[in-house]
């Protein structure tokens, strides 16, 4: 499979989206040339707001490999990732993202894209979903367990 | 229950994440008074990149009361979203957030959190993760049906 191939079938993952009620969009992870994970979005028919193609395709890739570590991978998606995806792709250490749609065309069609990219860039105070600091002391006693945890696993 | 006892259960849940292997942040989703999704983060026994702890809670909540859409909720976490978190209690329709620790004390013990602020608020050519265009005549064809469909259900 090409590069054009992985692209065409999270294409058709995005419209599977749509025929099952979901979010216009379709993602796959590749993995040394293979497909290891697939996704469609599925936030309304699944009833979870994170099952965005991205999470979906990257949590798949990780069931199948046995791992939260997907270096080395590519992630071609139908539409530019939000801020969300994005920060999942972050995290999975994914090397690369190739996408069709962008979040212009996402905020085109009534989709927060780019208002969570509005967002995520403001400080705190200017934000619109309201933040609020509360017991910041005790609040580090997990950060104290985690820095004296001797086998602890970075991520 | 007060906030205090939310915010309490929220660094119980980021020690217990701690003691299972994962990350310590522990989160809770409130929605009129009551718990209705707990989450820590499960990043390592999990092997999921995408189980931190809002993510989970949020899931929780959304798998109890059946709905993708948690208007009215509050999530209390342990530490400040990351920009994957902040998306999905966006995308939840979650009110506020309350947190304990922020992104610098999560950067100083070796998370990333600050450093996806940073990427997602760059234009993508001068983005660390390469983000390229593909495709994009072929891909608006799921935005096409999306739009098409009257029966869609936007979120």
Known sequence: ???ADFMRRAIALS???VAEGGGPFGAVVVKDGVVVGEGRNAVVPGRD???HAEVVA???ACARLGTHDLSG???YTSCEPC???LGAVWWARIAEIVYG???ADAAAIGFDDAAIYQEV???IPARTLPLRRLMAAEAFEGFRRWQARPDKVPY
Chains 1, 2 share one sequence.
Do not use: F, K, Y
């Open 15 to 17: 419209c599977d989206g």
């Open 58 to 60: 990257i949590r798949a």
């Open 101 to 103: 749609n962008d979040r």
């Open 73 to 75: 991978a590519v992630i």
């Open 49 to 51: 707001p994170t099952a």
């Open 1 to 3: 499979m090409e590069e």
């Open 121 to 123: 860039c403001l400080p």
């Open 83 to 85: 801020p969300m995806c």
